[in-house]
């Protein structure tokens, strides 16, 4: 079975590497690393190109995570039923990996929050409204997109136990539950690491606010 995992991780890290900011900001002729963050995610493509670019990166960023878990429910529902819960969030992790730290930018990509947007998407959509309306109920209040996407991978993870423990993912084993568990706690560490200069950044009390009028800042 650990090779099945294996598998669901490099489907996901490959399409994670689809850099669907980096590929907007050159159809328009401008590096995205080279602007705000440097970052290749929807947060610094929306800063520096506009509502338009972040909307776009956001669907194609939560769009290889959702490509890579349909492709992995179809290929083992059948013959992995208990399993493939399981197999769906390695696949899901692959493709955060692969947005996070693709090898053709030496490493240095977004902070998956877009993509692990698909996996909420893709992997189980109860999860959602409370995600997005903690997102957005954050946002709105601090102006602080980075507080609400570390909002976003916490709520994430709580709604992962609870769901589990009232029984609605139907794994074969409770190690596959608890191993389930483990992969939501990695995706939430993961993210938070990520933010890592802008929690310092709102600790010192300069981390940029949200703006549709402000281009080129860094998260």
């Excluded at 996901?12 to 602007?35: C, M, Q, S, V």
């Excluded at 692969?98 to 996996?119: D, M, Q, R, S, W």
């Excluded at 507080?147 to 994430?156: K, N, T």
């Amino acid at each position: 079975m650990i090779t099945l995992r294996i598998i669901s991780i490099v489907i996901g890290y490959a399409l994670g590497l689809f850099p669907t900011g980096y590929i907007f900001g050159k159809a328009n002729h401008i590096d995205i690393r080279e602007h705000g963050s440097g970052n290749v995610g929807m947060t610094n493509a929306l800063r520096t190109l506009g509502l338009k670019a972040g909307a776009i990166t956001f669907i194609g960023d939560a769009g290889k995570a959702i490509i890579a878990i349909l492709i992995i429910y179809l290929a083992f529902r059948e013959s992995q039923p208990g399993m493939v819960k399981d197999l769906q969030l390695y696949a899901g992790l692959g493709a955060v990996l692969g947005h996070n730290f693709p090898f053709y930018f030496k490493f240095k990509g977004g902070k998956g929050i877009a993509c692990t947007a698909g996996v909420l998407i893709a992997f189980f959509p109860p999860m959602i409204p409370v995600c997005i309306g903690l997102f957005f109920v954050i946002v709105i209040i601090t102006r602080y997109v980075s507080v609400g996407s570390m909002a976003i991978l916490i709520s994430f993870f709580v709604q992962l136990i609870i769901y589990g423990q009232l029984g609605f993912f139907h794994v074969e084993y409770d190690s596959l539950l608890i191993e389930m568990y483990i992969l939501g706690a990695i995706f939430m560490i993961l993210g938070i690491a990520r933010h890592k200069a802008n929690i310092i950044r709102l600790k010192n009390g300069t981390e940029n606010k949200f703006s549709l009028h402000k281009k080129d800042k860094g998260e």
